[in-house]
């Protein structure tokens, strides 16, 4: 297991097992709700302390021949290690990011399940839920594309950049979540394929919802917060 005992703190079993089960926190009445998406995700409220909990799952093909067990190939190699280490470095640099809490896994033969606890970023909402109620304003598509930028300047490559895994606040303030196979790495075109990536997913969601959803000027606006942050001169991290 991997954890930062500054967060851990005073928790019940602080540092033990239960920390990843949701029925530890239901049987307290600390189970507060449970989020959509592929992965298995819980949110816990246990005293001053609000955390996300979330459990590994496959998507596509894979997902029918194991739900939630990956191939073990070594320690270094648990996906929900690897966002752990992956999120406090961000977290170190500033980006606006999760800040990780611990990480666990359950080896079983030549196969392992994992699970990750997170801080909850407070009072935001994923940018596909926002859309699916109203319009945004110029001022936070430009704040999406430049936070985007921040990743990418950093060399912050996200495996899967979409419209739920975007957040804002009630101050359209960003974050970004879901770092699950993410990387840094050197300039190259998988920047450009993050921003079509986010395109292709924002023109599916938004393809029931009202025109000024998503019309042609929010995609520039983004565009044009990106470019203004600048991807020049800074290495990755």
Known sequence: MLADPAYLGNSPDAGGESLFEPHFWAARGELI??????????????????WVLRHYRRGGFMARISLDRYLWSGESRVRAFAEYRLLARL????????????????RDGM???CDLIMLRIADAVPLSSLLAEAALSESAWRAIGATIARLHRSGVDHADLNAHNILLDRNDAV????????????????????LHRLRHSLTKVSREWPSDRFPPAAWASLLAGYESYGLDGAPPL
């Open 33 to 50: 709700g449970a989020g959509a998406g592929r992965g298995a995700v819980w949110f816990i409220a246990s005293g001053s302390r609000s």
């Open 91 to 106: 977290v170190r640099h500033g980006l606006p990011v999760p800040v990780p809490v611990a990480a666990r896994y359950r």
């Open 111 to 113: 196969s392992y399940r």
């Open 175 to 194: 974050s970004i979540i879901d770092f699950d196979r993410a990387r840094v790495r050197g300039r190259g075109a998988w920047a450009t394929r993050n």
